[in-house]
């Protein structure tokens, strides 16, 4: 069955004075939900507050402008999340359950019921549930924002559920071709429960991110943070599926067993991406030294091929001393 990779931005799912929210519906773009996996774009406004709320998948969020949790700064705080959905209340969408507000937990209950539950009575409780009349996000007039306590008091519980990946060293950095930062379970262990991997990759004008694939039953999502590509896709049977520009704010998704390649263009491109595996060592890559194609014994590989021994070597000699991303030929 063929699937329909065509990149795609989102839509605004809700909009109002403290931020917006936008979502990849898989209704438009079908492959979230055959893929399991979700994508959302989170717009906080100065003093944009999200209200308390849980969701039914695990995800990432990729802090693309200012601070996180609340906008209590002058600009606009923008997060991208990423994440898998086998278990979503709608596979391919990230469903969420908000404690307050118009469409909060809350304000569900009969005031009989909450006021039992918290030994009130039913005009307390009828203020607990209606006083919050925002649905998703609310802006907080200047005196709440103070009053909000700062997220960073805490290290322990900071240190295990956020990472700052632009303070990483690259994992792979190659001159004109730029570089890669990755996450998994044994740099960042939350990544474990989550089931996922993750990775930022900046690519300087016309260089390469060489095709790669898993090697388990995983899938790739891609976020473009910045900049334009062009890439493609080849699923089963060597069939190139995608070949297409993608541009900043739109997200790709790569099922399962398929393979992508990417080239950045005039002003480069920067994007995060996950993997459902918390293991990078499931990311199995085409070019470079530690590729599939270096792996194999140049018998194998000329038998392969079916090319003369010298274009073998060759061809083993260009792997041996390149990597994953790729730089440009002049």
């Not at 937990?105 to 918290?118: D, M, P, Q, R, V």
């Not at 989550?194 to 388990?216: F, H, N, Q, R």
Request: aromatic share 10%; glycine share 8%; with cysteine.
């Amino acid at each position: 069955m063929d699937m329909e990779l065509t990149p795609m931005f989102s839509k605004a799912m809700f909009e109002g004075e403290g931020g917006s929210y936008y979502s990849w519906s898989s209704k438009e773009f079908a492959v979230l939900g055959e893929a399991m996996v979700g994508a959302g774009l989170l717009v906080l406004k100065p003093g944009g507050f999200a209200l308390p709320h849980c969701a039914d998948s695990s995800k990432l969020g990729y802090v693309l402008q200012v601070s996180w949790w609340y906008n209590h700064g002058n600009s606009n705080c923008v997060i991208a999340f990423l994440g898998e959905t086998s278990k979503a209340y709608i596979p391919g969408e990230f469903t969420y359950f908000l404690l307050t507000g118009t469409l909060g937990i809350l304000g569900g209950f009969s005031t009989e019921f909450t006021s039992k539950a918290l030994h009130i009575n039913q005009n307390e409780a009828n203020i607990l549930a209606k006083s919050q009349t925002g649905v998703l996000i609310v802006k907080l007039d200047p005196e709440d924002r103070n009053k909000i306590p700062q997220p960073h008091q805490n290290i322990n519980i900071v240190n295990k559920y956020v990472k700052n990946i632009l303070r990483y060293s690259p994992d792979i950095h190659v001159d004109r071709a730029g570089e890669a930062t990755s996450f998994t379970e044994k740099n960042f262990p939350i990544l474990e429960e989550i089931g996922v991997s993750c990775s930022l990759v900046k690519l300087e004008t016309d260089a390469m991110l060489s095709p790669l694939y898993t090697c388990v039953s995983s899938v790739q999502v891609f976020y473009v943070v910045k900049g334009t590509a062009k890439v493609e896709i080849v699923g089963m049977n060597g069939k190139l599926v995608l070949d297409n520009k993608i541009v900043a704010g739109q997200v790709v998704v790569v099922p399962r067993f398929f393979t992508i390649g990417v080239v950045a263009q005039d002003q480069g491109m920067e994007c995060f991406s996950i993997t459902t595996t918390s293991r990078l060592a499931d990311v199995v890559n085409f070019g470079g030294k530690e590729s599939v194609l270096n792996a194999f014994a140049p018998s194998v590989l000329q038998s392969a091929l079916n090319v003369p021994p010298d274009f073998v070597k060759f061809i083993k000699g260009k792997l041996a001393n390149s990597d994953i991303l790729v730089p440009p030929m002049n």
